[in-house]
């Protein structure tokens, strides 16, 4: 469901959608639970249980599967990804999280609007995209960028978890080739990436060789991720494309903390659109499909609003908690 609310507020403003009531049992349940939220989205994240296509979405219905060909040094590659609604539209370029494929942005895949072309990437090391990972940030956002430059007009890009920091490399690489930026629970801020040491120990070749591709080349190209964040944040600042986070507050993968990291170096006129969500965890593109589709809207309509300066915003939820 659409919250009641104003979302597409002016570049650099924050709102906060509120989490939906619930009974005293539903909250007793919730506090029961709360300890154990962090161990669920782990185990959602690798397993990949409860994050299963809705059947209302029939998996052919209203896309394409399209392959691109990519030159490599070390050889020939292919950069795999779906596409729906009108090819020579404006692009919209979704990049799905680690691990992930192209399929979890099929709800985004139908009753695509009038005018829009919308791509699901798979990522190198996923999906179509072959099995070989790319491991450095810089080189996910690289294989990518041929979508960027094949079109006639910027593109948006929609990133959401890993394949958020990936779309802001883009933005800050080929800014001219960037029309907007919608991140969703986004990693960001280098300093809260922490490697767990059975990261470390999966890493190992006779263990990575034992786990299914997707799970070892997703931990190949984590345990690598702070270094690329960090190269990231000195070059935020070239983004000239209008950005917008939504981010849940109750993300124990991606936390919160990441949204002031990005609001400090990106540039601050106009500054991001922050939209958060109470009591929302990692996984937004399954539990608020529509409201994604309203923060999309946005970032598409920012390109056809003429530019507003900032009004001052009140601090912030995130400061006050």
């Not at 052919?60 to 609604?85: F, H």
């Amino acid at each position: 469901m659409i919250p009641d609310l104003p979302l597409c507020q002016p570049p650099g403003e924050t709102i906060v959608v509120p989490a939906p009531e619930q009974s005293l049992a539903e909250e007793a349940l919730g506090f029961v639970l709360e300890p154990f939220q962090p161990l669920r989205e782990q185990f959602s994240a690798i397993t990949g249980l409860g994050l299963e296509p809705d059947e209302a979405w029939p998996e052919e219905q209203g896309r394409t599967v399209r392959q691109m060909r990519l030159a490599r040094k070390d050889g020939q590659a292919y950069l795999g990804y779906l596409a729906a609604g009108q090819p020579g539209g404006r692009r919209v370029i979704f990049l799905h999280g680690s691990p992930g494929t192209a399929e979890e942005w099929d709800r985004f895949l139908l009753d695509v609007p009038a005018g829009q072309y919308h791509m699901a990437v798979d990522r190198p090391g996923f999906g179509a995209s072959g099995e070989e990972p790319e491991t450095a940030l810089a080189g996910q956002a690289a294989a990518v960028a041929p979508l960027l430059t094949a079109g006639t007009r910027p593109a948006v890009l929609v990133g959401y978890s890993y394949g958020g920091p990936v779309a802001l490399r883009l933005a800050a690489d080929y800014p001219d080739r960037v029309a907007g930026v919608l991140l969703i629970g986004a990693a960001a801020d280098p300093q809260l990436e922490e490697t767990h040491p059975l990261q470390q120990l999966a890493a190992l070749d006779f263990f990575a060789r034992l786990l299914p591709a997707e799970l070892a080349n997703a931990n190949a190209e984590l345990m690598n991720l702070q270094p690329g964040l960090q190269d990231l944040a000195a070059d935020l600042g070239r983004i000239t494309a209008p950005v917008t986070i939504v981010q849940g507050l109750a993300d124990t993968l991606v936390p919160p903390e990441n949204v002031p990291f990005l609001q400090a170096h990106l540039p601050e006129s106009p500054g991001p659109r922050v939209i958060l969500v109470e009591e929302a965890d990692h996984f937004l593109p399954w539990t608020h499909p529509e409201l994604l589709r309203a923060a999309l809207d946005c970032v598409i309509g920012d390109e056809e609003a003429p530019p507003q300066p900032p009004e001052p915003s009140p601090s912030s939820l995130l400061e006050a908690k």
